[in-house]
């Protein structure tokens, strides 16, 4: 009898020293099991809530605000519109002069609910309204951009052996083409810009003295592009070398123009009659800025306003 009631005593609270201490090392005893668990419930859960990079209900901008200048408005439209952001506009600010090489349609600055200095960092409600400026030429900048300087591309009347004669009905320029746009440069109204369309050898020494002649100005032809390639180490941008006239495979005329880093947005077609894509072949319908003429590399820098297919 006294053995079995050694046996049923551990079931009795413990009543030794050492006893007690156990049990109050164990991580289980009684209560203390479920506060355990509490406990731990209260640390996982906060933890699992933190560990996700993005925050609920918010994007957060595919460029800082430094990093959108300077880049085509158009491809920021696109990177905030695949952001997640929903609210995204475009304003257009008539800043730039014809003469300077400035890129028409560059961005100016980005704001974000009202914020142009944010980061990429930052995180912020889909519907934040999003205002991309970007530069521009002014409207009346391209119609009459000389309209008070007299001509200095046209042979004056002492220097034509024929200048007391009045010009027969042929003889008489026929009027510019219904798609070109008054103060362009065309064939119809200049002279330099038919002898440059009709060279043979693009490295003739007339490409350069039109290039630094005519700077700045905006010039209208028909032209083609005779070749493609990737600029660089960029996937989305490209060089492309255009020719005068109608494509041939086997001949050219005209300098080696070149429209560099661009891509398909850069070409400003209109947006009901825009082709798929640009490949080697097409006639194309150019309005460019004049840039440089490189006299090493016989390349000559066009910078694209407006661009038609034929």
């Known amino acids: 009898m006294m053995v079995c009631q ?7 609270a413990p009543t030794h020293p050492k006893d007690a201490s156990m049990l109050a090392r164990s991580p289980y005893p009684g209560l203390s099991r479920v ?9 996982v859960f906060p933890i699992a809530a ?19 200048k300077g880049k085509k408005y158009q491809d920021v439209v696109t990177r905030f519109e695949n952001a997640g952001f929903t609210n995204v506009t475009t304003e257009a600010v008539a800043d730039l002069v014809i003469g300077l090489f400035a890129g028409d349609g560059e961005v100016k600055d980005v704001s974000i609910a009202g914020d142009s200095d944010y980061t990429a960092n930052e995180k912020f409600a889909p519907d934040a309204p999003v205002v991309i400026h970007y530069h521009t030429f002014p409207a009346k900048e391209s119609a009459t951009p000389e309209a008070a300087e007299t001509p200095t591309d046209q042979p004056s009347p002492s220097s034509s052996p024929q ?3 009045p010009p027969t009905p042929e003889e008489v320029p026929s009027a510019p083409e219904a798609t070109s746009t008054p103060g362009n440069l065309t064939v119809e109204n200049n002279s330099d810009l ?6 043979k050898d693009p490295a ?6 039109f290039a630094s002649k ?12 005779v070749a493609v390639s990737q600029h660089g180490s960029t996937k989305t941008r490209f060089d492309y070398l255009l020719s005068a006239g109608n494509y041939d495979p086997d001949s050219a005329v005209g300098p080696n123009f070149q429209f560099s880093d661009i891509n398909y947005y850069d070409f400003h077609f209109p947006a009901d009659h825009s082709p798929d894509s640009v490949p080697v072949g097409t006639n194309l319908r150019i309005i460019a800025e004049v840039g440089k003429y490189d006299s090493k590399t016989n390349l000559f820098q066009l910078r694209p306003v407006k661009t038609n297919m034929r």
């Open 204 to 209: 003739d020494p007339s490409v350069a003295a």
């Open 6 to 12: 050694g046996v049923a005593r551990p079931l009795s």
């Open 194 to 199: 038919v002898v440059l369309l009709s060279l």
């Open 50 to 68: 933190c560990g996700g990079s993005g925050v609920p209900g918010r994007v957060g901008p595919p460029l800082s605000a430094s990093e959108a």
């Open 163 to 165: 200048s007391s004669t």
């Open 35 to 43: 506060t355990a668990i509490v406990v731990a419930l209260l640390i």
């Open 214 to 225: 005519y700077q700045g100005r905006i010039i209208e032809f028909d032209g083609c592009v």
